[in-house]
């Protein structure tokens, strides 16, 4: 057999293990393998059960895999979170959802008190390996307290670990991950990303752990995570027309930051621009600038520019799309970085 | 394509349980949202259910004359997979705009 053909048959078999998903089938077929391979799994959460979640990500799972281990749960996430406790507390992996990122906050006592420090206070002999899914982020025009950014709220607490995908891949993969971790993680999934389609390989995950590069450039680093990476593609391609070579880091964990991946891209383009939908103040974006200029400070040809949503609470469907970062607003933050002199 | 199934939502006042009087849609068709699905008969009344949703109907449970239980599936919509939650709407994916220009002398020291 030629070398060629080798090399065609090999990329045949890996094109049978990539399919073409939208987010949320590949959370859902990431639930259900999750479901069938460990039985200590349950699922659960408001409408999560019969109906299959209001963005259809646990859709056909309990018909699947039983009223015992995917369930609907009452309006009360501090009951949902309560019980992970108890269920993690009795050898069990709970997968809880709350249906939007706004109705984490009556479950905060539970999530901060409880599953965040279980570990520490018992001394290790009561993990809690809970994977909570949050639909985060804006951007589907829905109403109050269904478009909160609350990364820097969960990342600032000790004992959590907080990641968002930014596509189907990392959706499927990073879920499957986060499941089999055994500690408590924060599971943000960008809710208007849900839909778009991309290509999942299922055999290969490739890295789990820390931030990815998803475009490489020379002149200045874009960091993102959850949805407004593929903004930062497009501004990307835009920039390009002006002649500017931007890379994007997709920084995908929240908590624990990949600082290493931050002082390679940035220590290589010397500029660096943060975007974030979550208001500036206390925002990630100034833990991400703060990590980039102890690793670059020496080389960076400016100060890190924070592009994010405002100090204002989060606004109704008719003016999310002045409160999100939009490519104007995060070409000047780029422009900005461009333009700076050391005085 | 996915599958959404509809069952006989509590029709209130403590009823269990409705009778099929007649189906006004067949398998097949494409409804809207508050189209009339069917009327029912409870002990207390006879009504028409709205469809809760827009969708092609693929199946229907239960003849003129037969009872379904609350809770029991009662019609099933086929809908595209990217139909929104029940919250929201899909974004669309628009080609990307823009006013601002970049503009840079990049000194390559």
Known sequence: ?343 | MAEISFPLPDLGEGLIEATVLDWLVSPGDQVERNQPLVELETSKSALELPSPQAGKVIRIHGAPGETINVGEPLVVFEVPDNTAGIVGTVPKDDAPKRRVRLSAVLDED
């Open chain 1, 1 to 343: 057999m030629s070398e060629s053909t080798t090399a065609l048959l090999e990329a045949g078999a890996r094109d049978e293990q990539s399919v073409k998903l939208s987010m949320q089938q590949a959370l859902n077929r990431a639930l259900d393998e999750i479901l069938s391979t460990d039985p200590k799994t349950v699922v659960f959460g408001e409408d999560c059960g019969q109906l299959g979640g209001v963005f259809r990500i646990t859709d056909g799972l309990q018909a699947k895999h039983g009223e015992s281990r995917v369930f609907d749960t009452p309006l009360a996430e501090s009951g949902i979170l309560g019980m992970s406790v108890g269920l993690a507390m009795a050898g069990f992996h709970p997968i809880p959802e709350v249906q939007f990122d706004g109705f984490a906050y009556p479950a905060i006592n539970q999530i901060v008190c409880q599953i965040a420090r279980m570990n520490y206070r018992s001394r290790g002999t009561l993990p809690m390996p809970i994977t909570l899914r949050v639909p985060s982020f804006g951007g589907i025009r829905a109403p109050e307290h269904h478009g909160e950014s609350l990364e820097a709220l969960f990342a600032h607490v000790p004992g959590l670990k907080v990641v968002s995908p930014s596509d189907p891949h990392d959706a499927y993969h990073l879920l499957k991950y986060a499941a089999s971790r055994p500690d408590p993680v924060i599971f943000m999934e960008p809710k208007s990303r849900y839909w778009q389609k991309g290509d999942v390989d299922t055999s290969d995950a490739g890295p789990l752990t820390g931030a990815r590069i998803v475009r490489p450039g020379r002149h200045l680093t874009l960091v993102a995570w959850g949805a407004m990476v593929a903004r930062c593609l497009q501004v990307a391609e835009l920039a390009a027309e002006d002649g500017i070579d931007v890379e994007v880091l997709d920084l995908r964990w929240l908590k624990p930051i990949d600082a290493e991946a931050l002082a390679t891209s940035v220590g290589k383009t010397r500029r660096a621009v943060v975007v974030h939908e979550a208001p500036l103040t206390s925002g990630l974006g100034a833990e991400v600038a703060q990590l980039i200029t102890q690793s670059c400070f020496d080389t960076l040809k400016a100060p890190v520019e924070r592009v994010t949503g405002f100090d204002v609470p989060y606004p109704s469907g008719d003016l999310e799309d002045e409160y999100i970062p939009n490519i104007d607003r995060i070409l000047l933050g780029i422009q900005r970085v461009l333009e700076y002199r050391r005085g």
